[in-house]
């Protein structure tokens, strides 16, 4: 059977249908898992555990429990802490770390019954746009396998896209989620900053980190997307606003939504194929309703910038702590105290980590701060009052997603440069800490994937889903899967 | 050409809140190694800040005791260094938003007050400990200590000698202990202190090259290992060198201060706002909250002691040396109403004994109201002074009221005239010849028969009766 091609709504559905079990669709995911081990998306897999945790949702379902997510198999980025599964980050220094807490999103998906089958691999700590920078080898994007899935979340794209299952959390800081959503043709969603608990994520850094969902439906993120927020007592940095019911948004009409297309996103260096595709989207919005005005967000140029000086800033800070003395990789034959610390940290780190953590020691040099961190972090105010001002003329900002489509692996590896400015369209909504969305809009030349994105204000998350949901209601793009 | 010393001190305080500052887990001293961890105290990935309000709190109240500014806009700062007993590789502080300023404290030495002024105040966690074990050549770590609430109280360049220094650590002692924050044990290291010393001529502003001496266990170290390193700087100087700008470690077994090795160098801490927590902002209304519940002050307990009970100014300060005294000595006057006579059992008599048993007053054998009921038997003149003490020493050993001691040995004093006369005229049957020369003339020997009646009675007598009835007696003697 192939259960694993199927939503998260139609799982549901099915199963309260009895149709099927839970059991019978976790099965089919892990032999769907099983049999891709060439796209190298899973780090762990969760054969027996999985299994086990589908069986138990079959009984409560039998006993009359029909909650929207019971018995669903779900991937996991390997960023977040899972109780008792090996969490390595996609790091040598965590290749044998195993947490002994469940990460707060994970425990809502377990109380919610959810099925964990596996850990997903991703850029190493976080950092990358491509998942080449794993410590455990690349990921190969299920549309074409010599190209890369986008990076850092590229395990858990790879896995919803194949298909191999229905829905995959993954994490965003400058377009990790967005970007690899935008490589397979998914809908990815990063919340509003603070509307998802932290709590058990693996930082990377600390003021744009968010966790967030990869689906092939717009339902279906915002059924698991609810789930997962929501204010943390364990999280100081997420925030008591009341989580709406985001499939109340499910809409198939525009009338009166205003987007704003930023002129500042509309430059060289994006892909005319990606151009033509977001032009016609904006047709498409036009004819469900929607009105579309000029909008600009003079800063965006700074923001690549000032997002790689911020995130390795507080990355250099965050990764302080692996250092092989309480957990994860102790390097062997260390003369003495500074000599383990420094043969761990050059041993257990990548080359990407390692640039980040020395730019990021650098900016927050004393001699240094003023003139990089705290100027940063001035720019950085000046682009969130870019997006306020644009959100007083329009509802949403409407964008591409990435500037090309997916890039052969290899391509940009040897230009550290070259790979950051994949993420020009996705940082200045993490930099502002607001909701973003990218799904699919089309696809290019070549059949690879072309991504949408949507940018809410603060906290409407509710008015994504309902621009995307009509969007996707009126097209076809998101019902292909790759054929390869 | 005279110099003088320019000291200031960067005391820490260790806070006795039940958890720590950013997590749950205990504070408890005394755990078996890392019994107090949780994901945030060990560093885990994924772990995050809470911060405790209670800590915010007692920052709050010493910042008032101290007459500092209170700040509404307050951050949490990240100081990085890498060292195994400090888990995330950086110390969660607090840098240029401390939650106290610009205060002040008077602290006196003999009998000259001076006022010594407060830089700042911040709160921070501590790190956990860091044990060599010589044995196996490792080092062992314990992080219960990590993540325990620190407030780091800098005072201004203003204290002048080692002998004011020492006087300074006492009265912020005092002060913690009264407001019931720490146990301010410099021994234990819930107060620990490192000091900073430069030298400069009389007159002169600029301040001199300062050292920092660290490892200063004790208030005599203190006052030792600056005397030392004045004695050093001014050799220094009058022989035409310079002070280099360093790190010392006192040692207290040489009593001199040696170089750290530079292992720390001059350390880029690498100081931002911590991005887990969001800013602090203390309105008027906590403020105004702590002010009305805080315990009261050692210096609004001396006042009170003089004017609501008519103590001494020496006696009411030697009542509040510790607040728990002074709670004692309070809970004392609850039954007994003769403060004076309180004081002096509280502070000779149970001091006296306290001390010799190694106990706090917190520990005492003998509680307040017990004291009390013993003071109370004193004034009202039941028993005397003597045989009070011999109550008193065994109330301490067995912890029984005073009452059930009496009871038991019978040792009511006796004030019945009769009874006395009865006794005194035995004495004088039995003393033929000092009857003869008192009677002669010889007044002084009036104390021989005092003496010989208490002594017949076993002590129990009351003094004053026995005198009046012996010069009574005698003196119907003279006339026949």
Same mark, same amino acid.
């Given at each position: 059977?192939?259960?694993?091609?199927? !939503?998260?709504?139609?799982?549901?559905?099915?199963?309260?249908?009895?149709?099927?079990?839970?059991? *019978?669709?976790?099965?089919?995911?892990?032999?769907?898992?099983?049999?891709?081990?060439?796209?190298?998306?899973? $780090?762990?897999?969760?054969?027996?555990?999985?299994?086990?945790?589908?069986?138990?949702?079959?009984?409560?379902?039998?006993?009359?429990?029909?909650? &929207?997510?019971?018995?669903?198999?779900?991937?996991?980025?390997?960023?977040?802490?899972?109780?008792?599964?090996?969490?390595?980050?996609?790091?040598?220094?965590?290749?044998? #770390?195993?947490?002994?807490?469940?990460?707060?999103?994970?425990?809502?998906?377990?109380?919610?019954?959810?099925?964990?089958?596996?850990?997903?691999?991703?850029d190493?700590?976080?950092m990358g746009s491509s998942t080449e920078n794993?410590?455990?080898?690349?990921?190969?994007n &299920?549309w074409k396998?010599d190209r890369v899935p986008g990076g850092s979340s590229g395990?858990?794209a790879?896995?919803?896209a194949?298909?191999?299952?229905?829905?995959?959390?993954g994490?965003d800081t400058g377009g990790s989620i967005r970007q690899p959503a935008a490589f397979c043709n998914l809908v990815g969603l990063k919340? @509003?900053?603070?509307?998802?608990?932290? #709590?058990?994520?693996?930082?990377?850094?600390?003021?744009l980190? +968010?966790?967030g969902?990869f689906?092939?439906?717009v339902?279906?993120?915002?059924?698991?997307?609810?789930?997962?927020?929501?204010?943390?007592?364990?999280?100081?940095?997420?925030?008591?606003?009341?989580?709406?019911?985001?499939?109340?948004?499910?809409? @198939?009409?525009l009338?009166?939504l205003k987007l704003g297309v930023p002129k500042e996103y509309f430059i060289g260096g994006l892909s005319p194929e990606v151009n033509k595709a977001i032009k016609a989207s904006l047709k498409q919005f036009e004819a469900l309703?929607a009105s579309i005005i000029d909008v600009t967000l003079p800063h965006t140029e700074a923001a690549v910038a000032v997002y790689y000086i911020i995130a390795?800033?507080?990355?250099?800070?965050?990764?302080?702590?692996?250092? /092989?003395?309480?957990?994860?990789?102790?390097?062997?034959?260390?003369?003495?105290?500074? %000599?383990? #610390?420094?043969?761990?940290?050059?041993?257990?780190?990548?080359?990407e980590?390692?640039?980040?953590?020395?730019?990021?020691?650098?900016?927050?040099?004393?001699? #240094?701060?003023?003139?990089?961190? $705290?100027?940063a972090?001035?720019i950085r105010?000046l682009i969130a009052n870019d997006f306020r001002n644009a959100f007083?003329q329009c509802d949403l900002i409407v964008c591409p997603t990435a500037p090309t489509t997916a890039f052969k692996l290899g391509e940009k590896t040897s230009d550290p440069l070259a790979m950051y400015l994949n993420d020009v369209f996705t940082i200045p909504t993490s930099l502002a800490g607001l909701p973003a969305m990218s799904l699919p809009c089309g696809f290019d030349k070549e059949s690879l994937p072309i991504g949408l994105q949507l940018i809410g204000k603060?906290?409407?998350?509710?008015?994504l889903?309902?621009a995307a949901?009509?969007y996707e209601?009126s097209t076809d793009w998101h019902?292909r899967?790759p @054929? *390869? | 050409?005279?110099?003088?010393?320019?000291?200031?001190?960067?005391?820490?305080?260790?806070?006795?809140?039940?958890?720590?500052?950013?997590?749950?887990? !205990?504070?408890?001293?005394?755990? *078996?190694?890392?019994?107090?961890?949780? &994901?945030?105290?060990?560093?885990?990935?994924?772990?995050?800040?809470?911060?405790?309000?209670?800590?915010?709190?007692?920052?709050?109240?010493?910042?008032?005791?101290?007459?500092?500014?209170?700040?509404?806009?307050?951050?949490?700062?990240?100081?990085?260094?890498?060292?195994?007993?400090? &888990?995330?590789?950086?110390?969660?502080?607090?840098?240029?938003?401390?939650?106290?300023?610009?205060?002040?404290?008077?602290?006196?030495?003999?009998?000259?007050?001076?006022?010594?002024?407060?830089?700042?105040?911040?709160?921070?966690?501590?790190?956990?400990?860091?044990?060599? %074990?010589?044995?196996?050549?490792?080092?062992?770590?314990?992080?219960?200590?990590?993540?325990?609430?620190?407030?780091?109280?800098?005072?201004?360049?203003?204290?002048?000698?080692?002998?004011?220094?020492?006087?300074?650590?006492?009265?912020?002692?005092?002060?913690?202990?009264?407001?019931?924050?720490?146990?301010?044990?410099?021994?234990?290291?819930?107060?620990?202190?490192?000091?900073?010393?430069?030298?400069?001529?009389?007159?002169?502003?600029?301040?001199?090259?300062?050292?920092?001496?660290?490892?200063?266990?004790?208030?005599?170290?203190?006052?030792?290992?600056?005397?030392?390193?004045?004695?050093?700087?001014?050799?220094?100087?009058?022989?035409?060198?310079?002070?280099?700008?360093?790190?010392?470690?006192?040692?207290?077994?040489?009593?001199?201060?040696?170089?750290?090795? !530079?292992?720390?160098?001059?350390?880029?801490?690498?100081?931002?706002?911590?991005?887990?927590?969001?800013?602090?902002?203390?309105?008027?209304?906590?403020?105004?909250?702590?002010?009305?519940?805080?315990?009261? $002050?050692?210096?609004?307990?001396?006042?009170?002691?003089?004017?609501?009970?008519?103590?001494?100014?020496?006696?009411?300060?030697?009542?509040?040396?510790?607040?728990?005294?002074? %709670?004692?000595?309070?809970?004392?006057?609850?039954?007994?109403?003769?403060?004076?006579?309180?004081?002096?059992?509280?502070?000779? *008599?149970?001091?006296?004994?306290?001390?010799?048993?190694?106990?706090?007053?917190?520990?005492?054998?003998?509680?307040?109201?017990?004291?009390?009921?013993?003071?109370?038997?004193?004034?009202?003149?039941?028993? !005397?002074?003597?045989?009070?003490?011999?109550?008193?020493?065994?109330?301490? /050993?067995?912890?029984?009221?005073?009452?059930?001691?009496?009871?038991?040995?019978?040792?009511?004093?006796?004030?019945?005239?009769?009874?006395?006369?009865?006794?005194?005229?035995?004495?004088?049957? +039995?003393?033929?010849?000092?009857?003869?020369?008192?009677?002669?003339?010889?007044?002084?020997?009036?104390?021989?028969?005092?003496?010989?009646?208490?002594?017949?009675?076993?002590?129990?007598?009351?003094?004053?009766?026995?005198?009046?009835?012996?010069?009574?007696?005698?003196?119907?003697?003279?006339?026949?």
């Amino acid at each position: 059977m192939s259960l694993h091609r199927l !939503s998260v709504t139609e799982i549901s559905a099915g199963l309260a249908a009895k149709k099927f079990t839970s059991l *019978e669709v976790t099965n089919d995911c892990l032999n769907a898992i099983n049999a891709a081990q060439d796209l190298n998306a899973f $780090l762990t897999i969760c054969d027996d555990s999985a299994r086990k945790d589908a069986s138990a949702a079959d009984k409560l379902r039998a006993s009359g429990d029909s909650r &929207p997510l019971l018995g669903i198999p779900i991937a996991i980025k390997d960023v977040l802490s899972t109780k008792g599964i090996k969490t390595t980050c996609g790091s040598k220094i965590l290749s044998n #770390y195993i947490p002994p807490y469940d990460a707060t999103v994970i425990r809502k998906l377990r109380d919610a019954g959810t099925v964990i089958v596996g850990k997903t691999n991703m850029d190493e700590f976080a950092m990358g746009s491509s998942t080449e920078n794993s410590a455990f080898g690349p990921v190969k994007n &299920p549309w074409k396998k010599d190209r890369v899935p986008g990076g850092s979340s590229g395990g858990s794209a790879a896995a919803v896209a194949a298909p191999l299952v229905p829905v995959a959390l993954g994490t965003d800081t400058g377009g990790s989620i967005r970007q690899p959503a935008a490589f397979c043709n998914l809908v990815g969603l990063k919340p @509003t900053y603070g509307r998802v608990s932290r #709590y058990g994520l693996i930082a990377f850094a600390s003021s744009l980190d +968010q966790i967030g969902t990869f689906t092939r439906t717009v339902r279906d993120c915002a059924v698991v997307a609810e789930i997962l927020s929501g204010r943390d007592a364990h999280d100081s940095t997420s925030v008591a606003q009341p989580v709406p019911h985001l499939v109340d948004g499910l809409s @198939t009409s525009l009338k009166g939504l205003k987007l704003g297309v930023p002129k500042e996103y509309f430059i060289g260096g994006l892909s005319p194929e990606v151009n033509k595709a977001i032009k016609a989207s904006l047709k498409q919005f036009e004819a469900l309703g929607a009105s579309i005005i000029d909008v600009t967000l003079p800063h965006t140029e700074a923001a690549v910038a000032v997002y790689y000086i911020i995130a390795p800033a507080e990355a250099s800070s965050n990764l302080a702590r692996f250092d /092989g003395i309480r957990y994860g990789y102790r390097a062997k034959d260390s003369a003495d105290l500074h %000599d383990l #610390y420094f043969k761990t940290r050059s041993e257990g780190f990548g080359p990407e980590v390692q640039r980040r953590i020395l730019i990021g020691a650098y900016v927050l040099s004393a001699g #240094y701060y003023d003139a990089y961190y $705290l100027r940063a972090q001035k720019i950085r105010a000046l682009i969130a009052n870019d997006f306020r001002n644009a959100f007083s003329q329009c509802d949403l900002i409407v964008c591409p997603t990435a500037p090309t489509t997916a890039f052969k692996l290899g391509e940009k590896t040897s230009d550290p440069l070259a790979m950051y400015l994949n993420d020009v369209f996705t940082i200045p909504t993490s930099l502002a800490g607001l909701p973003a969305m990218s799904l699919p809009c089309g696809f290019d030349k070549e059949s690879l994937p072309i991504g949408l994105q949507l940018i809410g204000k603060a906290w409407d998350e509710m008015t994504l889903i309902k621009a995307a949901s009509a969007y996707e209601a009126s097209t076809d793009w998101h019902k292909r899967l790759p @054929t *390869e | 050409m005279e110099y003088e010393a320019v000291i200031g001190l960067e005391v820490h305080v260790q806070l006795s809140t039940v958890t720590k500052i950013f997590c749950g887990s !205990s504070t408890a001293f005394g755990a *078996e190694p890392n019994e107090y961890v949780d &994901p945030l105290t060990f560093g885990l990935p994924g772990s995050l800040p809470v911060l405790n309000r209670r800590v915010v709190d007692y920052a709050i109240m010493i910042g008032l005791a101290m007459n500092c500014e209170i700040r509404r806009f307050n951050r949490f700062a990240r100081k990085h260094y890498f060292y195994p007993d400090l &888990p995330k590789g950086y110390q969660i502080s607090q840098f240029d938003e401390p939650i106290c300023e610009r205060g002040h404290i008077d602290v006196r030495i003999e009998d000259i007050v001076r006022t010594i002024g407060i830089k700042r105040i911040h709160m921070e966690e501590d790190a956990g400990k860091n044990i060599h %074990d010589s044995r196996t050549q490792s080092s062992l770590i314990d992080l219960n200590r990590a993540g325990v609430p620190l407030l780091e109280v800098v005072s201004e360049p203003d204290i002048r000698s080692p002998a004011e220094a020492g006087a300074y650590m006492r009265a912020v002692r005092q002060l913690v202990r009264f407001l019931g924050i720490s146990d301010g044990n410099m021994e234990e290291g819930s107060l620990r202190c490192d000091a900073n010393i430069s030298l400069r001529p009389v007159g002169v502003m600029k301040f001199g090259t300062r050292t920092e001496i660290k490892n200063l266990n004790s208030f005599r170290f203190v006052e030792r290992a600056l005397e030392y390193e004045i004695a050093r700087q001014m050799a220094l100087l009058k022989g035409g060198k310079t002070v280099t700008q360093e790190t010392l470690l006192f040692d207290s077994a040489t009593g001199t201060t040696k170089s750290m090795r !530079s292992k720390e160098e001059s350390a880029d801490y690498r100081y931002f706002p911590d991005p887990d927590l969001p800013p602090l902002i203390v309105e008027d209304s906590w403020i105004n909250e702590v002010r009305q519940q805080m315990p009261k $002050l050692p210096e609004e307990r001396v006042k009170e002691l003089i004017e609501l009970y008519g103590l001494s100014k020496y006696d009411a300060e030697v009542l509040t040396t510790e607040r728990s005294t002074v %709670d004692y000595f309070e809970a004392v006057l609850l039954v007994c109403r003769n403060a004076k006579l309180a004081c002096n059992w509280v502070t000779s *008599e149970l001091f006296g004994a306290l001390k010799k048993a190694g106990l706090d007053i917190e520990r005492s054998p003998v509680g307040a109201a017990s004291l009390g009921q013993l003071v109370k038997l004193i004034d009202d003149g039941t028993i !005397s002074g003597k045989i009070a003490k011999t109550v008193f020493e065994e109330m301490f /050993g067995t912890g029984r009221s005073p009452q059930e001691i009496l009871d038991a040995k019978g040792l009511k004093q006796i004030s019945d005239p009769e009874e006395i006369r009865k006794t005194v005229r035995q004495v004088i049957a +039995q003393s033929p010849q000092q009857t003869a020369d008192y009677l002669g003339g010889n007044d002084r020997l009036l104390g021989y028969f005092v003496g010989q009646a208490m002594k017949a009675t076993g002590g129990a007598a009351n003094p004053r009766l026995v005198n009046e009835i012996i010069l009574a007696e005698l003196n119907l003697l003279k006339k026949a």
